[in-house]
Nanobody, 121 residues
Framework: QVQLVESGGGLVQVGGSLRLSCVAS????????MGWFRQIPDKEREGVAG???????IYASSLRGRFTISRDNAKNTVYLEFNSVKHDDSGMYYC????????????????WGQGTQVTVS
């Protein structure tokens, strides 16, 4: 089982940029779909972006354009960069893994990190 640890959250100003990292252990991520999710206060957790083992990316349609997911299999790490941050981007951001299937099938991710908090001021 792959274990995931997110980092990179914190306080960011409106209009700024941020890069989140997710480091995996226990298995190589090269075989997994990797995804980023977020939970905004008073809303359900939503998928933000996914990336396949072959680095094909998929984004939530409502969030397309400001987020970029990438992976470095040699470092067993996945990244989420986002720019032009808004107050509505404040929340907890989670990394997750899924073995096989459609990497945009958000409901099927089955390994989760503890999350990293992003606060936009």
């Amino acid at each position: 089982q792959v274990q995931l640890v997110e980092s990179g959250g914190g306080l960011v100003q409106v209009g700024g940029s941020l890069r989140l990292s997710c480091v995996a252990s226990g298995d190589t991520i090269s075989r997994y779909c990797m995804g980023w999710f977020r939970q905004i206060p008073d809303k359900e957790r939503e998928g933000v972006a996914g990336i396949s083992p072959g680095s094909i990316t998929i984004y939530a349609s409502s969030l397309r354009g400001r987020f970029t997911i990438s992976r470095d299999n040699a470092k067993n790490t996945v990244y989420l960069e986002f720019n032009s941050v808004k107050h509505d981007d404040s929340g907890m951001y989670y990394c997750a893994a899924k073995y096989g299937g459609n990497c945009g099938d958000w409901a099927q991710y089955h390994n989760w990190g503890q999350g990293t908090q992003v606060t936009v001021s």
